[in-house]
Nanobody, 127 residues
């Protein structure tokens, strides 16, 4: 069982920055071809991918709304995934979730394909 624990959410004003962290545990050696990613869900809206990354990869695939404002990175030695968010807008207000799946040829952005989820962390951006 993979467990994910997010941290780093909070409240900022428009144009501000936040960095989220997600610590993963429970991976097996055979999970090196898995995927991790960040998703978000605003009230009344569908969950959408912020960006996803292969556990053995370096280039994330981002959602169209990111527009260069967010950066996903990982520290494999710490089993930690990061989401650096800059130039935040009120439209970015949502609960942000870390997600993982054990194996995939391609790390897609469909949230339904991810089996493991963190508890979520609230990000609120005020104007």
């Amino acid at each position: 069982q993979i467990q994910l624990v997010e941290s780093g959410g909070g409240s900022v004003q428009t144009g501000g920055s936040l960095k989220l962290s997600c610590v993963a545990s429970g991976y097996a050696d055979t999970d090196k071809k898995g995927c991790m990613g960040w998703f978000r869900q605003a009230p009344g809206k569908e969950r959408e991918a912020v960006g996803v990354l292969a556990r053995d990869g370096e280039i994330p695939a981002y959602g169209d709304f990111v527009k260069g404002r967010f950066t996903i990175s990982q520290d494999s030695t710490k089993n930690t995934l990061y989401l650096q968010m800059n130039n935040l807008e009120p439209e970015d207000t949502a609960v942000y979730y870390c997600a993982a799946r054990r194996y995939a040829l391609i790390c897609g952005r469909d949230f339904a394909s991810y089996n493991y989820w963190g508890q979520g962390t609230q990000v609120t951006v005020s104007s």
